[in-house]
């Protein structure tokens, strides 16, 4: 009942702060979504809609259902038409939505408890918006609070200063890499040599016999072709 409620809420709410419709939507096992009719919408319109929907919460606005018929509907500001003719069920929010459905519903809407937003997907031209709604949301919060919680203690830094410090630590990660690039090719190119020196000469050339066991297959290459001569890597090699 909080999702599906919920729901409603947000979609009036997107309509009202952006004028996207909702034009689907999927009550999960874990999270609920809505595919809105633009693909334009963008973080402020999550946020604004977001907003308004918790302020409807907030205000603890009744969440009625009646029976109407085909006649009423020209008085009633239905959010989308209802897909039946007969035995027509209207859920009103409180002056803020009418909604034709049959679903079950929270009586007030502070019975949602909260709505997040959790992600926006693009879908061609729609966009699909991912949401959780009372003990969903609570939940959810607490798991990337606990994350947050554990980052911060393995990084020994303030919760505000994490972006930092993960920037700090992609940086260092970068300089390792080349420095270990560097160090692999100083290694191949002196055990290639010591190959090569350890060689059985054949005529103008050597013959470099090697076990090279639990080596990834570039690096093997990698010694294989630094231990030939410089005349041997050009093109004339590849000839002979």
Known sequence: MQQH?????????????CGAETVGFHLG??????????????????????????QIIAENRPVTGRFVTAGDLPTIPLRRPPSVHEAIRV?????FDWSACGGTHVRQTAEVGQIKIRRLDRRGAETR????????????????????????????????????????????????????????????????ARLWANGSPAGPRRTVQAYLDNRPLETVKAI??????????????LRG
């Open 5 to 17: 409620t919920g729901q409603h809420i947000l979609s009036q709410a997107f309509i009202v702060t």
């Open 29 to 54: 096992v874990e999270s609920t979504t809505i595919d809105l009719n633009q693909a334009t919408v963008n973080q402020a319109d999550l946020e604004a809609a977001e907003t308004l929907a918790n």
């Open 91 to 95: 859920v009103e929010i409180g002056d």
């Open 129 to 192: 918006i991912e949401f959780l709604c009372g003990q969903r949301a609570l939940a959810d919060y607490r798991r990337k609070q606990d994350t947050v919680q554990a980052l911060v203690n393995r990084l020994s830094t303030a919760e505000d200063d994490l972006p930092a410090a993960v920037d700090r630590l992609q940086e260092r990660l970068r300089e390792v890499q080349h420095q270990l690039r560097d160090a692999q090719a100083e290694l191949v190119e002196a055990e290639a």
């Open 224 to 237: 294989a072709s630094a231990a030939r001569p410089a005349w041997l890597r050009g093109p004339a090699g």
